[in-house]
């Protein structure tokens, strides 16, 4: 019997997947609602029976990345950007800086070319290691280091201005 189709191993699949595929996939189209809805289309597409999924060409967490990936590609949403997280128990201060920063990094990223941002999110974000961003993008790992180290001088350059300015006493 195949794990996938059983109603248990479904279940911790999603568990151990959805938190990853969702901030990958909103980092990507800058959407919540597109996040939720390329994850669940993802998950429902693994159920079907025309499922491409073949665990000897890929293992799962691979499979799922590159689903996500490419329905992002197809929604290429870059008007909204993501929204900081409210952090609790710091000064509003250190809130507002903090919110700031997040929203300069995010527009920095939204920025760079698409190939750039997505393995700059898969890296750096998702900690994933570069052989297996090769693998979701299906690039050789050179591509994948050589988009990572553009992608890292883009926000370098970028963010250079914002760096430059004194930093504040909270």
Known sequence: MDPLRSEAAFLQLFDEHHSALYRF????TG???????IVQECFLGLLRPTSSYDPKRAPV????????RNQSLKRRRRTDLPEAPATHGQSPESELLRAELKDVVARAVMQLPETQRE???????EQMPLGEI????ALEIGAVKSRLQRARAGLKETLAAYASIPERKI
Do not use: N, P
């Open 61 to 68: 967490r691979t499979y799922l990345f590159g689903v996500v």
């Open 119 to 125: 393995v700059l999110i898969l890296a750096h974000y």
């Open 31 to 37: 959407s919540a609602a597109d996040a939720e809805e």
């Open 25 to 28: 996939a909103y980092r990507l």
């Open 134 to 137: 090769a693998q979701i993008m």
